[in-house]
């Protein structure tokens, strides 16, 4: 599974590009909007850290004029995915752009029919919202599953990028699902490495070590 990290903050993305843990960033206007820089100049920023992709959000709502926004998005460098929202004109912008070979990322999909949708436009990636399902008493992993399902039965290429991850269980559950590509904050990738088990594990070790008086340099 890839992980994608979820934020607009340089510090954070550099600090796990250099464990080798980003294949992609995604943003949105909410994350542009806290990292308080502009989404052009913060992006491309972005775009030289990360050679995978990084999704960018047009924020007009009608399908000519995501399709401007998307271009210009597109022109700041080779691995931009212009997210597009899943409405009916996102979806009418996705068939447009994808056909002039651009990756486009269908964003705010909360049903495993618009992911067929998206599909059918051919979005290169899906953003299933498995977090805000929760919030509202569903279960954010059955839309998982059922996408997996329905791409799987008729050999669709569109990635799914399960979005909207608030923990750690949730990266597991996606990694046991299928699910192609996952988003989420740093902090929750951060937290995939801890276990209170190493941290008492270590402990000792470090207390041997030194009542031992082990050296290596
Ligand atoms: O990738 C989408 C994500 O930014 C939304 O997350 O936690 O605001 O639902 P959240």
């Known amino acids: 599974m890839k992980f994608f990290v979820d934020t607009a903050e340089i510090d954070a993305i550099a600090e796990l590009n250099d464990t080798g843990m980003v294949d992609g960033v995604t943003t949105n206007p ?114 998982i599953e059922d996408i997996r399902t329905i791409y799987d039965n008729y050999g669709f290429e569109t990635e799914i990028l399960a979005a909207s991850i608030r923990s750690v269980n949730h990266v597991q559950e996606c990694a046991r699902i299928g699910a192609d590509v996952m ?10 490495a801890t276990h209170p088990l190493t941290d008492k594990g270590l402990e000792t070790f470090m207390k041997d070590a030194a009542s031992a008086g082990i050296k290596i340099v």
């Not at 000519?64 to 597009?84: H, S």
Request: hydrophobic share 45%.
């Open 30 to 143: 909410s994350l542009i909007k806290k990292s308080g820089r502009d989404i052009l100049e913060v992006t491309k920023e972005i775009c030289d850290l990360v050679s995978g992709p990084v999704s960018a959000e047009v924020v007009a709502l009608e399908a000519d004029a995501m399709i401007t926004e998307g271009r210009k998005l597109a022109e700041i460098a080779e691995n931009i995915a212009v997210k597009l929202p899943l409405t009916w004109d996102g979806l009418k912008a996705c068939k447009v752009l994808s056909g002039e070979g651009k990756m486009v990322n269908v964003t705010l999909c909360f049903s495993a029919n618009q992911a067929l949708l998206a599909a059918k436009a051919g979005a290169s990636f899906i953003s299933p919202f498995i977090g805000r399902l929760d919030d509202i008493n569903l279960d954010g992993m059955d839309l």
């Open 183 to 192: 988003t989420a904050p740093p902090e929750v990738i951060k937290k995939l």
